[in-house]
């Protein structure tokens, strides 16, 4: 049973949310409701702490990523997992496999469910039993074709009251958009006109959490997501959650406050879970979902994607040296999840404040002649700005200015993943990238979205034969990046939390030191940016310390010679 303190802090927050609107009887009905959800459920799991290190990585792939016509797509992912990827991920991030009626699975009809082609709960339950699954809540919004929106027409429950409307008289003048199309649908509804919001797409409606039982049927779906072996939670367009008139819509009070009764009612339940915000916003507005240490227990690190990605095409480490100079530690407990490719693009927001218009430019044509689509999103002048380039990661580094015919693109490739996988935080690894797959350009000229250029879905024999056959490129940069996972986790001065301090070489060289928590081992992580051969001042202490991903290192009159694009982690043990 939850103490008074403790139930205290639930009522807090929900009175810091609703204490304009609800009565203080109708807040502390609220309250109790939470608190018998949490009281249930502690009383039929025991404790179960989760311990985060630096073996903690993570996968991220639909459902259907790896598919086969024998069985469910999960259980033939699951087969695959144990037999390539087992020892080198402790955690799956499944990407939404509810059922969806568009966005790739994200416009959700129903979270109870899975996708009957994709497999039933028991799948993610067996899975659970050895390995941490991370699932999507899509918070904001839900389909307009599922059960929810279905029930709102009919006033009827559960749906009645779920969605937001707004009347002519709400100001969205200086509201913040992700996306290009028409924001509120006008509808005519229970005798009055009334206008839908509708911030990621058509299909997708946004939920009105002023009604206090769409927070509340939210935390019974988080608790259902647990009991059926989910303990990471990805908030998905978490930022965009309250709105209010004549505000930007986006980061608002409320939303935080929502976040931290979330972290509040997963600190109190007996499994240990972890809440993951994504925001793919200006770095100043990601980071303040940490809170203090009691919102987020982990951030998406935003702005490394594009800085990483710019500074291998311009072999310039000048923007990434002063991004990392400037990147405050994270707190124990709290950390930084690190990627550079995931379901969606490259994110081009985060770079709002570290790239200027001209560099930025010059970094969108480079990434257009590498065959780059864009997505964009309205502004307050009835223009449009780009949100983000829509490319795989090979695609993006396979050319630059200094390297138009792509030689070194294998190299820039590994590289850029082995800074991710030992910069502070942990590392999400997006499952085409394993395998350096292309811009799946049949199934964009298909479907017409952006987004599918990264979303390609393996056959399970076509991937197996490519990893069988150690000449072909999939297996070539799939050994070259699981060689470096079985690495990186062996070492404690990569643990999440490990110190970590920017180390300025000039502007062909990134590089930063990694202490492990206890001072016992410490890691310099270098690498050269650029297709010539780099030469840097180095300290005799140095010389004897072991690169333990490549050969012994070059020492020449007192500097430390790179090849083009090479990387080293030099370790002191």
């Known amino acids: 049973m939850l103490s008074q303190k403790d139930q205290k802090k639930i009522g807090s927050k929900l009175s810091n949310i609703y204490k304009s609107s609800l009565s203080k009887k109708d807040l502390y009905h609220l309250k109790d409701e939470i608190i018998h959800i949490i009281n249930i459920f502690n009383k039929k799991n025991k404790k179960k702490k989760k311990d985060i290190s630096e073996k903690t990585s993570l996968i991220i792939s639909y459902g259907d990523s790896v598919y086969s016509s024998q069985k469910g797509s999960i259980k033939v992912f699951h087969d695959f997992f144990r037999k390539n990827l087992n020892s080198y991920f402790d955690s799956i991030h499944f990407l939404p496999f509810y059922p969806s009626s568009s966005d790739s699975g994200f416009a959700v009809k129903d979270h109870y469910k899975i996708e009957n082609r994709l497999g039933n709960w028991s799948d993610i339950k067996k899975i659970s039993k050895s390995n941490n699954i991370m699932a ?47 924001l509120l649908k006008k509808i005519n509804i229970f005798k009055k006109t009334d206008y839908l919001w509708r911030t990621f797409s058509p299909d997708q409606i946004d939920l009105n959490f002023k009604n206090p039982s769409v927070l509340l049927r939210f935390v019974k779906i988080m608790i259902h997501l647990i009991n059926n072996g989910v303990t990471i939670f990805r908030l998905d367009a978490i930022a965009y959650l309250w709105k209010e008139s004549a505000t930007s819509c986006i980061n608002l009070k409320q939303t935080h406050e929502i976040i931290k009764l979330l972290r509040i009612i997963t600190n109190f339940i007996n499994i240990k879970t972890i809440i993951i915000t994504e925001t793919n916003l200006p770095e100043k507005e990601n980071l303040s979902y940490f809170g203090n240490n009691d919102e987020a227990n982990w951030i ?31 707190k124990y407990g709290n950390s930084y999840l690190n990627f550079i490719a995931s379901h969606d693009g490259i994110g081009i927001r985060p770079t709002e404040g570290i790239l200027n218009k001209e560099i930025l430019s010059k970094f969108i044509k480079r990434l257009k002649k590498n065959g780059s689509k864009f997505s964009f999103r309205k502004i307050q002048n009835k223009s449009k700005k780009i949100y983000e380039a829509n490319i795989t990661v090979i695609n993006a580094l396979k050319k630059s200015d200094y390297d138009q015919k792509g030689v070194f693109f294998l190299e820039r490739y590994i590289s850029a993943h082995a800074i991710m996988m030992s910069f502070e935080g942990i590392p999400a690894m997006y499952f085409n990238s394993l395998f350096g797959t292309s811009n799946d350009e049949a199934k964009f000229v298909i479907t017409g979205n952006n987004r599918d250029v990264n979303r390609y879905k393996w056959n399970l024999d076509n991937i197996s034969k490519k990893l069988i056959n150690k000449k072909s490129k999939q297996s070539i ?66 010389y004897d310390w072991k690169n333990i991903i490549g050969p012994k290192i070059r020492i020449e009159k007192k500097t430390l010679i790179l090849e083009p694009f090479e990387t080293i982690w030099l370790t002191n043990k």
């Open 136 to 182: 999507d809540m899509v918070i904001n919004h839900s389909s307009a074709r599922g059960l929810w929106f279905k029930n709102f027409l009919k006033n009827k429950r559960p749906g009645k009251d779920y969605f937001l409307t707004v009347n002519s008289k709400f100001n969205i003048s200086k509201v913040v958009r992700p996306r290009d199309h028409k």
């Open 477 to 542: 940069i799939f050994n070259k990046l699981i060689n470096l996972f079985a690495i990186r986790r062996k070492q404690k001065a990569f643990h999440p939390n490990a110190l970590r301090y920017n180390i300025n070489f000039g502007s062909k060289i990134f590089a930063f030191k990694r202490v492990s928590i206890d001072k016992k081992q410490t890691i310099i992580c270098i690498t050269n940016l650029s297709s010539t051969v780099q030469k840097i001042p180095f300290k005799k202490l140095y």
């Open 300 to 330: 998406y690190n935003f702005s490394l994607p594009p800085l990483l990605i710019h500074g291998f095409l311009f072999e310039n480490s000048a923007y990434l040296n002063k991004w990392s100079k400037n990147l405050p530690s994270t």
